[in-house]
């Protein structure tokens, strides 16, 4: 069954530092999607990508943040000059249609220190 | 205001036995979707059941229910003969404005419920 893989399951990167999250989406999905779980917390909407650009983005996506689609396959998400607070499950999603289900990669951890 | 809400952070259930988690959700649109999603302790999130605003019957996926009660903006998810491998967090999330083309598929969580599965 197709599955959205994520890489690197896990990064521990020093403040301040560049991090890249890596997903491949499921192949004929369309919708790309990143959210982010703070240990123990919900899972928040960070952005939303379709055709190339984002669609939509949430409060917490600021200028630390950005995604690129830089081929037919990967999608990555960005960040920018780490903060301790970036430490957060961060999971990568996609859909084939805004109306569809939207399937979750296995998480990628980032612990910053 | 919480779009959606979980009111229960833990529940147990005896093996073999049923389980109902709560969900509660507020929306003014018309046309939207309801998710499950379980989340073990390795982390990864796996989509259980959906049901569409529109959908006049509860959507079912083996084990899995869910009891949609549209005037009441409930959608509970039901566990039936429960094993050991569903405990799990159980988050219930929503996806407003189906209807529209502009919608961008975004879900909004809740806090999750925390299922504990005893022998």
């Known amino acids: 069954e197709p599955e959205v893989t994520q890489t690197p399951s896990h990064q521990v990167t020093q403040m301040g530092q560049e991090v890249i999250l890596r997903c491949v989406p499921i192949?004929?999905?369309?919708?790309f999607y990143w959210y982010r779980q703070i240990l123990g917390q919900k899972v928040e909407f960070l952005v939303s990508?379709?055709?190339?650009?984002?669609?939509?983005k949430s409060e917490i996506f600021d200028d630390q943040f950005s995604v690129e689609r830089p081929d037919g396959s990967n999608f990555t998400l960005k960040i920018r000059s780490t903060k301790l607070e970036d430490s957060a499950m961060y999971f990568c999603?996609?859909?084939?249609?805004?109306?569809?289900?939207?399937?979750f990669g296995e998480g990628s951890w980032l612990t910053v220190v | 205001a919480q779009k959606i809400t979980q009111t229960q952070p833990g529940m147990f259930v005896q093996e073999k036995e049923a389980v109902t988690l709560d969900c509660t959700y507020d929306?003014?649109?018309?046309?939207?979707?309801l998710f499950w999603y379980k989340q073990p302790s390795s982390g990864e999130m796996i989509f259980l059941i959906y049901?569409?605003?529109?959908?006049?019957q509860n959507a079912t996926e083996g084990r899995y229910s869910l009891n949609f009660q549209k005037a009441r903006k409930s959608a509970n998810l039901v566990i039936s003969a429960s094993q050991l491998g569903d405990s799990a967090m159980y988050f219930c999330?929503?996806?407003?404005?189906?209807?529209?083309?502009?919608?961008?598929?975004?879900?909004?969580f809740g806090q999750g419920t925390t299922l504990q599965v005893k022998p």
């Open positions: 999603a996609s859909s084939r249609g805004h109306r569809n289900t939207i399937y």
């Open positions: 192949s004929n999905h369309l919708y």
């Open positions: 990508f379709y055709n190339n650009e984002i669609s939509e």
């Open positions: 929306t003014s649109d018309q046309s939207y979707g």
């Open positions: 049901q569409g605003s529109y959908d006049e």
């Open positions: 999330a929503m996806r407003e404005g189906q209807g529209g083309s502009s919608n961008t598929g975004k879900l909004i």
